[in-house]
């Protein structure tokens, strides 16, 4: 166990007085990143925090007098000796020929004085910010070993560095949960400085027990996760998901909706157990009876599919700042859509495999409502085997309306036929991710997004659609481009003249993804993948005919402000959370 002494504090002030942190809990977030809790025990020391008036106090640190720097001998009177020791440090074990020489290197800076000491505590927090990890959490694989050295560096370093290890707190495990629980029980101050928990890779797999076993061991029940939600006030974002479901009852629903003033994003991913139902019912129902409206800004339900209908009804209306919205595959209905308010700003909507809503008031929605003005990301997905959502006059309604803030539009299972190809051209000079799966359209209509279409070429429309507006030739934005479930994109027709999506004059284009027989079918042409610089890429469910980064315009780079730190392209869930995509919201995001 690593343990920090409790400095002497009577020779000097010092800036900082680590300890209860309570002063901290204002202090802005460092860094997007999402750095792992701090697994070493760390005694911080119980004083009370103090800043000090004067630039001296401020300033000093420390005046205890350290040990001088001291080298024995110089690499000239270094000699090499054989043996036992060799093993150990590498092979070479340097022992000064002469003992009685000693050069004493003198300090350049007195405690607490260096230059990096005295940066405003803004700019040292964005410093030791930049060593925090933004990589997967592992098992048993340590994290944030920079950040744990920098704890033993100085006090005025370790106050900082509690500040970036405690502010984005991430649960891969309930016995890391013990542990955490555990040091903001006894410093509630650390509590403080948390700004998000992201309980995103929570799961027992990996211990060596179930999840009944992983329920009887008790670290991770209801009562354990509001006491952790009670011991972190200034808590911003909640990341949850369908391994807490059970956990999450009615008093922790509540303390999210009622007790936490500064929460801006909450997910439930794929929550559905019986239980969780009951209870988010239960705690909407409460939402009812109070004129309250929440904080709440970006809020992900995505494939909560057994929350009924009353919920969305009572919980959108309450919610006037929203920007990002997933209800992917749950029971929204047109009246609960209509009724978030006009004060909101929409900028992210998930609307895919809800079948509870129709094409008419999805479209009325998109074009007359004010908080859909702005969208950047739109999902208006359908499974057709089951529900289809928007129907041609849907599609000839909706596309001339969509605005052109839109990047990302997945229009999957949309009845869309050859004569919405020119209503579909404009979204193009705006859009870097479009979805068409089961359109109905020809090779020829898809070249016209990235060529000029012929005369010859043009699609015959039918006498009730109107004609788009002429405008002058601009190349696409695409980088992404779904046709899974078209007849006409085969491997042929991939590999034929007549297309032109794998040319290096389709760039920016760099992602086409397909289904799975021509995936099958392309992945046994290696030597023509290669030559056209193109490769086959699979996961889970969805698999992708990628351009070769060594090709010309391939690996363009991926990352996106409205991705909220997601590196791929078609992404199928909405981020609530800036950071890398992980765990199960990466499997919903990217695999399904």
């Known amino acids: 166990m690593i343990r920090v002494p409790d400095p002497d504090l009577s020779s000097a002030p010092s800036r900082y007085y680590a300890a209860d942190f309570h002063k901290l809990a204002n202090r802005r977030a460092s860094s997007p990143s999402t750095p792992d809790f701090p697994l070493p025990d760390l005694v911080v020391p119980a004083r009370a925090t103090t800043l000090n008036t004067s630039t001296a106090d401020r300033r000093a640190f420390s005046r205890n007098d350290a040990p001088p720097c001291v080298m024995q001998g110089t690499p000239a009177n270094f000699r090499t000796r054989q043996g036992s020791v060799k093993e150990e440090v590498g092979g070479i074990d340097w022992e000064p020929i002469d003992p009685a020489m000693v050069v004493e290197t003198p300090k350049a800076f007195a405690p607490g004085e260096s230059p990096l000491e005295r940066l405003p505590v803004e700019i040292l927090d964005e410093v030791i910010a930049q060593l925090a990890l933004d990589s997967q959490p592992s098992a048993y694989t340590p994290r944030n070993v920079d950040l744990i050295s920098c704890l033993l560096t100085s006090r005025t370093i370790h106050v900082a560095t509690i500040n970036t290890l405690y502010s984005h707190i991430t649960i891969p495990h309930s016995s890391i949960f013990s542990k955490f629980l555990t040091h903001v029980t006894e410093h509630p101050g650390l509590g403080t400085i948390v700004k998000r928990l992201d309980l995103s890779h929570f799961t027992s797999i990996g211990l060596g027990r179930s999840r009944q076993v992983n329920s009887e061991v008790q670290n991770m029940t209801s009562k354990t996760l509001y006491n952790c939600l009670d011991l972190t006030p200034a808590i911003q974002e909640v990341l949850l998901q369908e391994n807490l479901d059970d956990d999450i009852d009615e008093n922790v629903l509540c303390k999210l909706f009622y007790g936490l003033p500064k929460l801006r994003a909450v997910d439930f991913c794929a929550s559905s157990s019986k239980p969780f139902a009951e209870s988010f019912t239960s705690a909407a129902t409460g939402l009812a009876d109070v004129p309250l409206n929440l904080n709440i800004r970006r809020l992900g339900l995505h494939e909560c599919f057994t929350l009924p209908s009353t919920v969305f009804e009572t919980l959108l209306p309450r919610l006037p700042y929203l920007t990002h919205l997933d209800v992917s595959h749950t029971r929204i209905t047109d009246d609960a859509l209509a009724s978030i308010p006009e004060s909101a700003s929409l900028s992210h909507l998930n609307l895919g495999r809800c079948t509870q809503i129709s094409g008419r008031g ?98 015959t429309r039918e006498p009730a659609t109107p004609e788009a507006p002429s405008q002058p030739w601009a190349p696409p934005t695409l980088h992404y481009l779904d046709l899974s479930s078209i007849p006409a994109i085969t491997q042929s027709s991939l590999f034929s003249t007549s297309c032109t999506l794998l040319s290096p004059s389709t760039c920016p284009l760099e992602v086409i993804e397909l289904g799975d027989k021509a995936i099958s079918s392309l992945r046994e042409c290696r030597n023509t993948n290669k030559r056209l610089g193109w490769v086959v890429k699979e996961l889970g469910r969805r698999g992708w005919y990628v351009r070769d980064s060594n090709a010309a315009g391939g690996n363009q780079g991926g990352r996106r402000s409205w991705k909220m730190g997601a590196m791929w392209w078609g992404m199928r869930k909405c981020p609530v959370a800036w950071g890398e995509v992980g765990g199960l919201y990466g499997h919903y995001m990217f695999k399904k």
Request: hydrophobic letters at 45%; charged letters at 20%; glycine letters at 2%.
């Open 362 to 459: 999805v479209v009325d929605f998109l074009i007359n409502h004010p908080a859909a003005k702005s969208l950047v990301f739109l999902n208006l997905s359908c499974d057709i085997a089951r529900y289809r959502l928007l129907w041609e006059a849907d599609v000839e309604r909706l596309l001339p309306a969509l605005p052109t803030t839109l990047k990302s539009l997945n229009l999957n299972g949309a009845k869309i036929r050859r004569w919405h190809a020119p209503l579909l051209l404009p979204l193009t000079k705006h859009l870097e991710e479009l979805s068409l799966a089961s359109a109905d359209l020809s090779v020829q209509d898809i070249n016209s997004f990235f060529r000029p279409a012929s005369p010859s070429t043009s699609p």
